[in-house]
């Protein structure tokens, strides 16, 4: 990112974000490899805690809403109910596109304040 000046700017680092993105990726991981119609209650609760975590993070009502919804899918396919992983994914990807827009609000606050 560079400047009006074209001088490179460092990314805002924001701990919380990055946090609840890794454990997006975790659970994304867990979905991948859960082989189809398997029982796995181990995965579901590592999905379960991931979502917890990821909420943990970022203090966000909408947030905790995608990652509700994340728990709830998780509950179905990791039950073996194969026909809810595609809107578990949906619901990820939205709670990911959240994490990113509230990246982008802050970038433009931190831009603002620095005007």
Same mark, same amino acid.
């Given at each position: 990112?560079? @400047?009006?000046?074209? !001088?490179?700017?460092?990314?805002?680092?924001?701990?919380?974000? @990055?946090?609840?993105?890794?454990?997006?990726? $975790?659970?994304?991981?867990? !979905?991948? #490899?859960?082989?189809?119609?398997?029982?796995?209650?181990?995965?579901?609760?590592?999905?379960?805690? +991931?979502? #917890?975590?990821?909420?943990?993070? !970022?203090?966000?009502?909408?947030? #905790?809403?995608?990652? &509700?919804?994340? $728990?709830?899918?998780?509950?179905?396919?990791?039950? =073996?109910?194969?026909?809810?992983?595609?809107?578990?994914?949906?619901?990820?990807?939205?709670?990911? &596109?959240?994490?990113?827009?509230?990246? =982008?609000?802050?970038?433009?606050?931190?831009?603002? #304040?620095? +005007?």
């Amino acid at each position: 990112m560079k @400047d009006h000046q074209g !001088v490179e700017k460092k990314k805002m680092p924001y701990v919380d974000l @990055d946090t609840a993105r890794k454990h997006c990726q $975790e659970i994304r991981g867990l !979905v991948s #490899r859960h082989p189809c119609g398997a029982r796995d209650e181990r995965a579901l609760q590592r999905v379960q805690q +991931a979502c #917890r975590a990821a909420t943990s993070a !970022v203090s966000d009502r909408e947030c #905790r809403e995608r990652a &509700g919804a994340v $728990e709830d899918y998780a509950c179905e396919i990791f039950a =073996g109910a194969v026909e809810f992983r595609r809107e578990m994914l949906d619901e990820l990807e939205a709670l990911v &596109g959240r994490i990113a827009a509230l990246e =982008g609000l802050r970038d433009a606050v931190a831009k603002h #304040r620095a +005007a």
